[in-house]
C-alpha cells in the first residue's frame, strides 16, 4: 500500500478518536471539529492514487532512455519519421524509417518484425521501444476510460513530464495541448524522429490504448513548454 | 507521492487546521459552522488542485455536499421559523 493510502487511514484512526472522545468525554467543540477535519483529510489522502515509484525517478528513467534512443538513431543516421505500433506484449514499439519516407507507406504494411534492424513497407528501419512503452500498462489499475485520462496519469502524474493535459479529438486525429512540457534538451535526432519526450509519450499512449498504429502529424512548440501536437491513428492497420 | 496531490493534502491539512483555531479563538460554538468551513476549503482545494483519484467519482465530495445542504437546510429553517 502506498504513502498516502498509510497517511489516509492513519489520519481517519486518529479522527476517529479524538472526534469521538471530544464530543462524547470532552464536549469541545473545536476539538470534535478537529477530529472531523482529520477523518475528512484522512479520507480526501486515501482516495489518491498509489505512487510505488517517484515521478521524479520515472522522469530521470524516461530522459535516460531518450539519451540511449539518441545514440542508436545517431548510430544508423535514421531520417524517418516514427510510427508508433500496438502494443506486443504490453509494450509498445516505434519503427523508423532509415531514409526519410512518408510515415503512411508504413502504416499500411504489414507486420513489423521485432528487430532492431527490420524492413517495413518496402523501408529498411529501426525499431525501438520508446521511452514511454511500458507506462501506460503501469496505469491500468487506474480504470482509466478515456485517453484523456490515461495521458493525464502517464505525463502529469505519474512521469511529472507535463502540468497539464487537454485533448480534441477530430476522427483519427488526435489535438493534444501539453502544458509546462519538460523537453529533454540536446536530443535532436530523437526530437526529430520520434518527436519530444511529452510528444512520445502522448503517442505511445494512444497507440496503447487504441491498439492501431500512430504518428506525429506536427508538434509546435510555444515558448518553453507549451506544445501542441497532432497525432493520427492508423485505425484499420495491421495488428501487432 | 506526486508533487501535485502533496500539496493538495497539505494546504487542505493546513487550511483545516488554521480554520479549527481561528473559529476557536473567536468562540464559535456551532460544530455545523466548523463543518461548513471544511466542506468549503475541500471544494476550493479540489477546484484548485484537481486532484486525480483512485476512484472516478468523488464520494467524498458528494457526502460533504449533502452533509452542507442538510446544515443550510436548518439555517433556512431555523430563519423562516419552520421547526424541524
Known sequence: MASYQHLGLALLAFGAVVSATSFFVLQSVPLTALGLGAIMVGIASAMLPPTSVPSSLVKEMLQNSATNIEAILEEFNVKGRALYLPPRDGRVTAFISIEDKPVLEVASSGEVPLRVLSMAGGSRGVTVFPPGSELPKSQDSYRETTYEDLLRSVLV???????????????????????????????????????????????????????????????????????????????????? | MTFKNSLYIISLATLVGISTVSLAAIGQTGLDVYVSVFVIIYFAMSAIFSPRRRVRFDFLGLALFCIFAIIVAFRVASILGIQL
Do not use: H, M, W
Request: charged share 25%; glycine share 6%; net charge negative.
Open chain 1, 157 to 240: 502524474d505519474a512521469s511529472e513530464l507535463a502540468d497539464s493535459v487537454k485533448i480534441t479529438s477530430q476522427g483519427d486525429i488526435e489535438v493534444v495541448e501539453i502544458k509546462s512540457a519538460k523537453v529533454v534538451p540536446r536530443l535532436p535526432k530523437f526530437d526529430a524522429c520520434l518527436g519530444s519526450l511529452p510528444s512520445s509519450v502522448a503517442a505511445s499512449a494512444l497507440a496503447y490504448k487504441t491498439n492501431s498504429r500512430v504518428s506525429i502529424e506536427g508538434e509546435e512548440r510555444y515558448g518553453d513548454s507549451r506544445i501542441i501536437l497532432t497525432l493520427r491513428r492508423y485505425p484499420g492497420s495491421v495488428a501487432e
